[in-house]
């Protein structure tokens, strides 16, 4: 029964080369864990957020899918022809039940399933994952549209081929975990490759820590080809030390910020791309903001864009005293090709 907290991973900067060890693509969605219990179901997050409510086209599709008592781990994700679409995907997080229906049918989501945890009366977790995987393969019924067994290798030639060949499509990397290992919940015994790159972004604002001493987050923005800077996301993960540093810092820029701002009026223009807006995932999360003079430059590292923003945000490098503001554009951004999602997902063909 529910809550059962999703065993969970530490990064590593390169495809780890060891014995017993098997990959599988790291894919960019809602991580959620199914539990069924003949026609009852439910789709549980990885925060203890049930999902089932915002995904009940998913809901069903898996009682079509998935024998009459199980649990299930795996990733909800919504498949577009250009690849997978986290941005479309978070709007489905709505408090009106209309307005979801309404995405559920527009946009309909997909679940791709990558281990078992219990069959029947059958506690899994403590099997090895081969054996996992193999109960899996037997019983997930994979010709249900839009749902998916998640590809896995043991070569790590071909995990090294996924981890460049699907970037353009979206994917977050590569996962890693021995083959005998137990599923150990809330643990970090799996391991995981992402991409990373550095960007110099302009400092427009602040939050502060939840502790009320020292800055919690850098509010990141960059130009687009018209001159107006758009918000694309946040550096934090300060120590309690460089909180309280940054206070010092960035106290000069926050004189007269407000005049001239270009995201003065984000309250009366309704675009996602602007601070301010409320979580999905916390609607009580204080998202207030403090702003600064546009004068500050970030050498930000982050793992890739989605859409027009940086996905997971990014963490602070250095303050970049050598770059001019107006010289963060977007167009310093990689590009990453588009790869051929539809080889994985018969939905994007």
Known sequence: MPPVKPMLAKAVHEVPR????VY????????????RDGDDIELGSRNDRPLTRYFPEVAELLKAALPPRCVVDGEIVLVTGEGLDFETLQL??????????????????????????ALGDRDLTDEPFAERRKLLE???DASVERVHLTPITAD?????DWFTRFEGAGFDGVMAKQSELPY???????LKVKHVRTADCVVAGFRWHKDGAGVGSLLLGLFDDEGVLHHVGVASSFTAARRKELVTELAPLRENALEGHPWRSWAEVQDTRLPGAQSRWAPTKDLTWEPLRTELVAEIRYEHLQGSRLRHGGRLVRFRTDRTPESCTYAQLEEVAPAELATLFSEAR
């Not at 894919?27 to 959620?32: L, P, T, V, Y």
């Not at 790590?156 to 090294?160: E, K, S």
């Open 138 to 140: 037997g019983l997930l």
């Open 92 to 117: 489905r997080l709505h408090p009106a039940a209309s307005r979801v229906k309404k995405l559920a049918e527009e946009t309909p989501a997909s679940f791709v399933a990558f281990d078992l945890l």
């Open 18 to 21: 060891a014995p017993g060890l």
């Open 184 to 190: 150990e919940q809330d643990k970090r015994t799996m």
């Open 24 to 35: 599988e693509p790291k894919w960019d969605g809602f991580r959620c864990v199914v539990f």
């Open 156 to 160: 790590p030639d071909v995990a090294q």
